[in-house]
């Protein structure tokens, strides 16, 4: 549902200057057991794979109006071209 998925043969994404790549992302606003609600993320530190430089971006999502719950775990799939989910 979150794609692109692959098994083996992962491409190596190179960027150029300009260019972006996107990696797919997934929680949930459900509270587990005995809770009745959850601490939302504000922020999420992003790094490269192998990276020492990281960067703060805003948990922000416009679409939720809200900021990323806290309920579950984050699902992440692999880093990809743009052009794998939008279409370029």
Do not use: Q
């Amino acid at each position: 549902m979150f794609g692109p998925y692959r098994v083996r043969d992962i491409p190596m994404v190179v960027l150029r200057p300009g260019k972006r790549a996107d990696a797919v992302f997934a929680g949930s606003d459900i509270p587990g057991p005995g809770a009745s609600s959850c601490t939302p993320y504000r922020h999420f530190r992003v790094r490269a794979p192998g990276g020492s430089h990281s960067v703060l971006l805003s948990a922000w999502l416009r679409y939720l109006d809200a900021f990323m719950p806290s309920c579950a775990g984050i699902s992440v799939t692999m880093i990809v071209p743009a052009s794998a989910l939008y279409r370029g």
